[in-house]
C-alpha cells in the first residue's frame, strides 16, 4: 500500500468518525438517518463553496456548437406588396401590432435557414446580428420566414415611417442560448 493510498485511507476514515449519523433536519430530500458520504476531496474544501460552485448563473452566451452563418441583410415593411395578403400576421402566426418597429427586434429568415426546411434555426430562435451598423445589431428573434426564392437571407422588420433601406451582404448571424 502506498503512503498516498495510506493517507487516503485515515483521511476517509476520519471524516468518517466526525461526521454526525443522524440528520438535523428530517424534511430535506436526503434520507433521513445517514448523513451523505464525502469523499476525502469534498472534506478539503469548505460546504460554503461546494454550495456556491453548484449554483448556475442564467445568462445569455453563445451556443459553443451553434455555427456563424454569412448572410445578405435586408429590411421588410408589413405591407401587402412585401408580404402576402395579410401582413400582420408572421409565419409563426404571431401578430404585428401597429406601432411596430426595428425596437421590436423581429426577423424573417430565408427557408433554407430555418429547421423546417433543413436549416439552423427555428420560430422562436434568438439570434445575434452583427455586420449591418450599430444601430440594428444585436439580439433578434426569429418570427417570420421570406419567398422560396432567396437563399442565405434575413429581413429585419422595420416600419414605413423608419424609412430604411438597407442591403448588407457578409451580416453574421448565430443562434444565442440561455444557461
Known sequence: MSSVQLFLDILLAASALTAPLFSSSPATNEASGLVKFITPLEVS??????VAKSKVNKSKEYVAQSPTYRVT??????????????????????????????????????RDLLKRWGGGFDFGDTVRVSGISKKLDGVYTVHDTMNQRHRHCMDILAHTSE???????GVKIQKVAFE
Not at 474544501?45 to 461546494?50: F, Q, S
Open 45 to 50: 474544501r469548505p460546504a460554503e463553496r461546494r
Open 73 to 110: 441583410a435586408t429590411i421588410y415593411e408589413a405591407v401587402p406588396g412585401q408580404t402576402d395578403d395579410e401582413p400582420f400576421v408572421t409565419a409563426d402566426n404571431s401578430l404585428i401590432k401597429p406601432h411596430y418597429g426595428t425596437k421590436k427586434r423581429w426577423m424573417a429568415l430565408s
Open 163 to 169: 424609412n430604411l433601406d438597407v442591403f448588407t451582404k
